[in-house]
Each structure stands twice: as structure tokens, then as C-alpha cells.
């Protein structure tokens, strides 16, 4: 091991890297399912009202904006013999897994009840996963080179996630369906039966994560007994750049929310597209991933870290552009949606991805500032946040579609339906990503500045 490791600046092997980012593209297997189907679900195979569906998934965040500083201050203060960290991989994996599935099962239809308890209890369960899995990347290295590194494999693992469940998810529907039907198919059994295998493969990927992460930089065991939930408040408070990338997440987030929970309905009722047509249309929304994700450190090099993300924002605001014009030709082309979402997703992809590199950046912040490496509580803060976007997302999708009267049981939406669902599409996310491009411009932690915090706590440590 050389001095400078010795100092907290690890590199790992890429079997570590991947082994981390194994943890993300099983989120990505459990949860996002429940992001961009879960939706279209209740709705049209369930038997839910949209609006009841949007007043659930209300409540559901509005309790994970409760829950999530409780876990954060929680796991900081913990220190489980499995890792600070990672023992909550395979603590919570297990369970996670069992209400994914139980969220596709329509044993108990139309019961709201029954709704939920399955997937508040999910979400409940996701917060102990994502927020632990979270503060692993800064537990493995200080060193922000690194760290990209860990940040573009983890990205192109959970776009590798997204794109077996936004394309392939379609594909074993219609697979394991009984019903002949047009567009994505609407058997429950077939749901179900889809749901299960991915979680399963999830919570293996979980488990594997699991074995490959080393927690190395971490709170002392002492300092961690004083941690408590106020700090979470306190560090948003005092930590402005964790102030800027708070409300970066919020628009990010509802930007993906409404967007991804259109997708479906988009392709079925505006292009009357088939299940694989779905299937290549949400595929498209994770492929840009395996070209641009393993650039980004070179890009982040060529450009600098601001002007990536104003490049990358720009294109996803074009993509969402062309989408909207080319849905509102006479005879519009697959081919040419196809090529927009390309490039809309090439925009969101990068600069989503890369925003989860700036939370370890946060926390040495902060760490700088205050002397407490509460990695746990800066990603339960992040959690909040990017959870209050996807509740915009989850009220959002089902107030403009009840708005706009859309009829589950009509191949053929009325004209209003239609533009209600391009807006979902195109028109509401562009303008949450003008939003997100301003508040990117008040992050004011350079590279160069990150790595004179890190030396600066390393000297601290070691004088």
C-alpha cells in the first residue's frame, strides 16, 4: 500500500468497482419497476381511482420525509458487526425484495387498503437500503479521481438496471401473458410473475454488493455515539453546497418521476405503439448509459464539472423538444421518437448520473466544516429530497391525468388526454430542467478545492 493510501485516498479493483455498483443496478431492478410501472399498474390492471394512486403516493413520501432522517441518524450512530454500511444490504434486502412482489399481486383488487400497506411498507424498507448503499461510496475512498471512477460504474450498472427493466419488463409481460391484447399487455398473473424474478435477482445483486465493499473512511465508533437526528437539520443548515445539490435532486427527480410514469401511456395511447415498441422506446432511456457513462471522466476532465452538466441538461431540453413536435405530426415516425429519446436520455443519463459523485463531496464538506463525517445523515438529507421530487412526480402524473378525464378502458384518448400526456412527457420536464440547470450553477466545489478539504481532514487525523 502506498503513503498516499495509507492517507485515505484508496484505489480499488474493478472487481470492487463493479461490486458496488452491483448494489445500484439492483435498486434499479426492485425499485424502478415501481417508478415506471407501478403507476400504470394500479391504474389499468389494479382497478385504482388515479387520483386515489396520487394521494397514496403522497402519503408514502410524506412518511419517507419522516422515516428518512430517523434511518440516517440511525445508521450513523449504529455499527453493525457486518459493517457500518453495508450490513443493511443484506439486513433489509430480504424484506425489500418480499413487498416489491407483494405490490404486484392483485389477490386483494381493487383494495386500497391492501395498496397501501404493500407499498408504503416498500418504500419504508427502500429508505434502509438506499441510504446505507449511498454512504458506501464515501466510506470506500476519499480520492475524488476515484471516485468518478466509482460514480460512472455505478451509473452504468443501474442504467443497465433501468434498461433490463424499462425494456425488458414489457418483453416477459407479453411473455408470460395468457391474453392476447394490443399495446402493453394486462394480465396480473404475467405482472406478478415478472415482479418476482427481478426481485429475486435484486436482492442476490444486493447480497453480492454485500461481499465486494471495504468501509474504510468512517466515523469513529466514539464520535458516532453523539450523533443524533437534529444534526440532519444542523448540516443542512450550515452545508451550502449540500443545500445546492438538495435542491438539484428535488427537480432531477420529479423530472424522472413524471416522465418515466408517462412512458407507458405515451407509447400506448399517443403512437398506439405494441409492447415492443414500449420495450425499445423506455430501452432507449438507459442505452446511452453503456456509450456515454464510461466517458464522463474524461469529459468531466475536458469540459469541468459545471459545463458538463449545462451540455448534457441542454440535450436532454432538445430531446424532450422533438419528442413533443414529432408526437404532433399526422403520421408520426417511430423511428424518429426512437432517435429523440436518444437524445433526451443521453442528457438526463449523464447529468443524473454524475450528480451522486458531489454526495461524497458534501460530506468531506461538511466533514471540513463541522468535524463529523455523517455520511448516513447527508444521504438520508439527499433521500429526503430526492424522494419530495419523486412525490411531485407521483401527485403530478395522475392530477394531470385525471385533469385531462384519461379513460384506461379507450384505445382511442380524446385530444386533451393526449396533450395532457405530451406534457407529462416533454413539456413539464424541460422546465424542471431550466430549474435544475440555475441551481447547478450555485455549486461552488471544484476538484481542485475537494482535494485541499480531503488532505486538510487527513492531516487533522493523523497530526
Not at 142 to 159: P, Q
Not at 270 to 293: C, Q, R
Request: charged share 15%; aromatic share 14%; glycine share 8%.
Amino acid at each position: 500500500m502506498n503513503t498516499n493510501e495509507t492517507k485515505g485516498f484508496y484505489k480499488l479493483s474493478w472487481l470492487q468497482r463493479i461490486g458496488f455498483g452491483s448494489g445500484d443496478l439492483a435498486q434499479n431492478l426492485i425499485f424502478q419497476v415501481t417508478c415506471m410501472y407501478l403507476l400504470f399498474f394500479y391504474t389499468d390492471i389494479y382497478g385504482l381511482d388515479a387520483v386515489d394512486v396520487s394521494v397514496m403516493f403522497t402519503v408514502g413520501n410524506i412518511a419517507n420525509v419522516i422515516w428518512d432522517p430517523i434511518v440516517g441518524a440511525l445508521i450513523d450512530k449504529s455499527n453493525p458487526k457486518l459493517g457500518k454500511y453495508r450490513a443493511y444490504l443484506v439486513y433489509v434486502g430480504i424484506p425489500l425484495s418480499g413487498f416489491a412482489i407483494l405490490c404486484f399481486y392483485d389477490g386483494f383488487a381493487p383494495s386500497l387498503l391492501y395498496a397501501y400497506v404493500t407499498y408504503i411498507a416498500m418504500t419504508l424498507l427502500y429508505t434502509f437500503i438506499n441510504v446505507p448503499y449511498g454512504a458506501l461510496n464515501s466510506s470506500l475512498t476519499r480520492d475524488t479521481d476515484e471516485i468518478t471512477i466509482l460514480t460512472s460504474v455505478r451509473m452504468f450498472m443501474a442504467n443497465c438496471g433501468g434498461l433490463a427493466v424499462g425494456s425488458g419488463l414489457p418483453l416477459l409481460i407479453a411473455y408470460f401473458t395468457t391474453v392476447e391484447a394490443e399495446g402493453l399487455p394486462k394480465d396480473p398473473k404475467a405482472w406478478f410473475t415478472t415482479m418476482t424474478i427481478y426481485a429475486i435477482v435484486g436482492m442476490l445483486l444486493l447480497f453480492f454488493c454485500f461481499s465486494q465493499c471495504k468501509e474504510r473512511v468512517v466515523m469513529d465508533a466514539k464520535e458516532s455515539e453523539n450523533v443524533k437526528v437534529s444534526d440532519l437539520w444542523m448540516e443542512f443548515l450550515t452545508n451550502r453546497p449540500l443545500r445546492v445539490i438538495a435542491f438539484f435532486f428535488i427537480t432531477a427527480f420529479a423530472m424522472m418521476s413524471i416522465g418515466n410514469a408517462a412512458g407507458a401511456y405515451f407509447i400506448n395511447s399517443n403512437m398506439h405503439g405494441t409492447a415492443e415498441e414500449l420495450s425499445l422506446f423506455m430501452g432507449l432511456g438507459s442505452i446511452p448509459s453503456f456509450i456515454f457513462m464510461p466517458l464522463v471522466p474524461a469529459i468531466k476532465k475536458a469540459v469541468g464539472k459545471k459545463n458538463m452538466f449545462y451540455i448534457f441538461l441542454s440535450c436532454a431540453i432538445i430531446g424532450m423538444a422533438m419528442l413533443y413536435f414529432i408526437a404532433k405530426m399526422e403520421n408520426p415516425s417511430m423511428m424518429l421518437v426512437y432517435v429523440a429519446q436518444f437524445i433526451k436520455s443521453t442528457g438526463v443519463i449523464v447529468a443524473t448520473g454524475y450528480m451522486w459523485a458531489l454526495v461524497p463531496e458534501v460530506i468531506s464538506y461538511g466533514e471540513y466544516t463541522s468535524g463529523k463525517r455523517i455520511a448516513g445523515i447527508v444521504n438520508a438529507l439527499t433521500g429526503i429530497f430526492f424522494k419530495a421530487g419523486m412525490t411531485l412526480g407521483g401527485v403530478v402524473a395522475p392530477a394531470v391525468l385525471g385533469y385531462v378525464a384519461y379513460n384506461k378502458d379507450s384505445i382511442e384518448q380524446t385530444p386533451l388526454a393526449q396533450e395532457g400526456i405530451l406534457w407529462l412527457v416533454c413539456v413539464i420536464p424541460a422546465a424542471l430542467l431550466l430549474l435544475a440547470m440555475f441551481i447547478i450553477s450555485k455549486y461552488e466545489l471544484t476538484d481542485e478545492k475537494i482535494d485541499e478539504i480531503n488532505k486538510e481532514i487527513e492531516a487533522r487525523v493523523n497530526s
